[in-house]
């Protein structure tokens, strides 16, 4: 894909993208699916060996239309996936459970992310070693900066993985309990939607603390009951601007 | 798999279960892959079509050493699981981001479990509705007796798939920071772990809610602040028992 294409405001639909069940939610803008992913830490690695599918979750980001991960260079996982074979990103969150008055239009609210591609190691040395500061900096905004930097043992055993999003659809889900028009009066179950959020807890401290430490200006979203899509959003704002 | 190896304690270990990579996070007891399952709403499944691997995102629920799953009929993802085809249903739960004083010793606190086996619809229709009632009171304990039951087209419209757990692994990280023995001393970065949980909000009632319902019995759990693993932990053994 060429940078006039990365331009685009939205990806290409094709057989592989395209939402076909439930089309009203799917999205194919850059915007949407950029913010889905931007919020999350986790995702979903789905990749094949031997004709077996394996669907690994990891942690991840992205930059501009390109996906990174990491894993260990002895894993089958990175071996594999070295060798430039297809896979699906996926990245969910699980935003409420919503009962409804008959099993059909019982749902959840979520906002997901596919995104498709093939999968690359990054060989270049001072390019991997920028992307995983990148890595830890989008997590806990200039932490890279306060941390040791990876030394050759560490470098060499730990493998960085890239994908080009080729394609990707968004889907998203966020109404409230949604029944067949004779069942609100017909069927006497109460029904209710139950926002779920992902949250920290306070921080416990490592118990090898050097004395005298303060807690880096970076983590000042890091507060207790804090989601953990909001303080990812901020975070990679803070690191990569938008 | 016949009843007799269904209850041994653990899932036989393959290459394709095997964890290789932090082999000492590794479990393949059912008690604990069990546990991990019947703790979560949502799964995401891996599966192929022509060469290309999807990674979908869905509810499921465990019986014995069965998932099940549904999707719309039409959907392609469905229709192409119906042949019979090998899929990987993993399920993962985010406990805790772990910031250590490298790069390579950050990590996060997670329970994983990686399912293997092959997907096939319940035919059954009598068997379909069995199970579609206990996907929703697996959730909402006792609900499938207050909603109104499938009709015909509802039926046709929902594929209900299954899938026998031909082999598993889980995967749990749970421990502090843990850096290399120099760097507590020689690195001044300021270190913690951060719990992380999946929390209820406060019930949104359906705008159209009949005048008078009480909140169902079933729905006791269901208090603001209560996490998701442990509400689905606690409907689970009320609808299944242990």
């Given at each position: 894909?060429?940078?006039?294409?990365?331009?685009?405001?939205?990806?290409?639909?094709?057989?592989?993208?395209?939402?076909?069940?439930?089309?009203?939610?799917?999205?194919?803008?850059?915007?949407?699916?950029?913010?889905i992913?931007?919020?999350?830490?986790?995702?979903?690695?789905?990749y094949?060996?031997d004709?077996?599918?394996?669907c690994?979750?990891?942690?991840?980001?992205?930059e501009?239309?390109?996906?990174?991960?990491?894993g260990?260079?002895?894993?089958?996982?990175?071996?594999?996936?070295?060798?430039?074979?297809?896979?699906?990103?996926?990245?969910?969150?699980?935003?409420?459970?919503?009962?409804?008055?008959?099993?059909?239009?019982?749902?959840?609210?979520?906002r997901?992310?596919?995104?498709?591609?093939?999968?690359?190691?990054?060989?270049?040395?001072?390019?991997?070693?920028?992307?995983?500061?990148?890595?830890?900096?989008r997590?806990?905004?200039?932490?890279?900066?306060l941390?040791?930097?990876?030394?050759?043992?560490?470098?060499?055993?730990?493998?960085?993985?890239g994908?080009?999003?080729e394609?990707?659809?968004g889907?998203v889900?966020?109404t409230?309990?949604?029944d067949?028009?004779?069942?609100?009066?017909?069927v006497?179950?109460?029904?209710?939607?139950?926002?779920?959020?992902?949250?920290?807890?306070?921080?416990?401290e490592c118990?090898?603390?050097?004395p005298?430490?303060?807690?880096?200006?970076?983590?000042a979203?890091?507060?207790?009951g804090?989601?953990?899509?909001?303080?990812?959003?901020?975070?990679?704002r803070?690191?990569?601007?938008?």
């Amino acid at each position: 894909m060429s940078e006039a294409e990365t331009d685009e405001p939205t990806f290409v639909v094709t057989k592989v993208n395209r939402v076909r069940r439930r089309h009203e939610r799917g999205h194919y803008d850059r915007k949407t699916i950029y913010e889905i992913l931007d919020a999350a830490l986790v995702c979903h690695i789905a990749y094949v060996i031997d004709g077996q599918p394996y669907c690994t979750p990891t942690a991840f980001w992205r930059e501009g239309d390109h996906l990174y991960w990491h894993g260990s260079s002895a894993s089958r996982m990175i071996r594999t996936q070295a060798q430039g074979i297809p896979v699906c990103l996926t990245v969910t969150h699980l935003d409420a459970l919503v009962m409804a008055r008959s099993g059909f239009h019982h749902s959840v609210n979520y906002r997901s992310v596919m995104a498709f591609g093939h999968a690359h190691p990054i060989e270049d040395r001072a390019e991997k070693l920028r992307l995983m500061d990148n890595f830890i900096d989008r997590i806990y905004p200039e932490r890279s900066k306060l941390i040791r930097q990876p030394n050759a043992q560490e470098l060499k055993a730990t493998t960085l993985m890239g994908m080009e999003i080729e394609t990707a659809s968004g889907k998203v889900r966020n109404t409230h309990v949604g029944d067949e028009e004779a069942d609100y009066a017909a069927v006497p179950a109460w029904s209710a939607l139950y926002p779920v959020t992902q949250v920290l807890g306070e921080a416990s401290e490592c118990p090898r603390q050097l004395p005298g430490l303060a807690v880096p200006e970076g983590m000042a979203d890091y507060v207790p009951g804090a989601t953990v899509d909001s303080v990812m959003t901020k975070a990679y704002r803070k690191t990569f601007g938008g």
